[in-house]
């Protein structure tokens, strides 16, 4: 979720904890492999901050907008409850962002910005910033009509984004929980072992398991997959191996992708 391009300097801090515990817990032999990544992943991000500079309105923009036209539905909440309204724009948030990832793998045009981040086939902790700048601008268009409507204060609004990056930045990470811990987990949040199915090469794991922090949409709308991935990465050669790790790349193939005949 996009707020405000000052909130993204939150980010850094998760990246670093995250990233961190990373190479520590990944192999001497592999972390070579895992620092080159960070670039490219973190390149791709810093450009979609880029773009959002450009782009004259976000999940905040709305939300006062919403107030000033006297939608204070979030904010009457907010004022009995802060805690209360926190949570409920978290389920609100998390359904929302659920229904795009889910459209994303069911419409094509939209899909073709996204596989740029299901090309990672070497998924870590800064593979969860690993987007198309474009793929900024169609969350926003899916969150800011319902921020409009409930109205979420600023507090709530970094308050979730802190959250949702930790978790995101946890369920790519390389940290591997005792199988115990995770079933309990999972309950409530995506872990890193549910996510990799998601990253599947293999197409019936990889349109499962759309929740990105909360599981509960999963459940709910049945597409929660508990099982070993298959291979990771994508079952299309034109990003894999050395496209997959090519910024030029995977900045322009979601326009070839679109210019190709299904």
């Known amino acids: 979720m996009i707020l405000t391009t000052q909130w993204e300097l939150l980010l850094p ?3 670093i904890l995250f990233c961190g515990l990373d190479f520590i817990v ?3 032999s592999q ?7 960070w670039p490219l992943n973190f390149g791709l991000h810093g450009a ?3 773009f959002s500079l450009v782009v004259p309105f976000s999940v905040f923009t709305f939300s006062s907008l919403g107030i000033k036209l006297g939608i204070d539905f979030g904010q009457r909440i907010q004022s009995y ?3 209360l309204g926190f949570a409920l724009w978290l389920l609100v948030e998390s359904l929302v ?3 795009a990832h889910f459209a994303m793998h069911r419409f094509r045009p939209l899909w073709a910005f996204h596989r740029v981040h299901h090309s990672d086939e070497n998924i870590n902790a800064s593979t969860a910033v690993r987007h198309h700048p474009l793929e900024g601008l169609i969350e926003i268009i899916a969150i800011a009509p319902v921020a409009l409507v409930c109205t979420p204060s600023l507090q709530t609004l970094v308050a979730t984004y802190v959250l949702t990056n930790a978790i995101n930045f946890f369920n790519h990470s390389r940290v591997n929980l005792p ?3 995770s079933h309990a987990l999972e309950w409530v949040i995506v872990t890193p072992r549910l996510h990799y199915v998601h990253h599947s090469t293999y197409a019936p794991q990889t349109d499962s398991n759309f929740c990105g922090t909360l599981t ?3 459940r709910v709308f049945g597409t929660y997959r508990s099982e070993v991935p298959a291979a990771i990465g994508l079952d299309d050669p034109t990003l894999q191996g050395h496209n997959a790790r090519d910024f030029d790349t995977l900045l322009r193939e979601p326009f070839r992708f679109l210019l190709r005949r299904p």
């Open 216 to 218: 509960i949409w999963d």
């Open 97 to 99: 962002a659920y229904i």
């Open 48 to 50: 979609g901050l880029l």
């Open 13 to 15: 801090f998760l990246a």
């Open 179 to 181: 199988l115990g811990l």
């Open 31 to 37: 972390r070579k492999n895992l620092a080159w990544q």
């Open 26 to 28: 990944t192999k001497a």
């Open 81 to 83: 409850n802060w805690l």
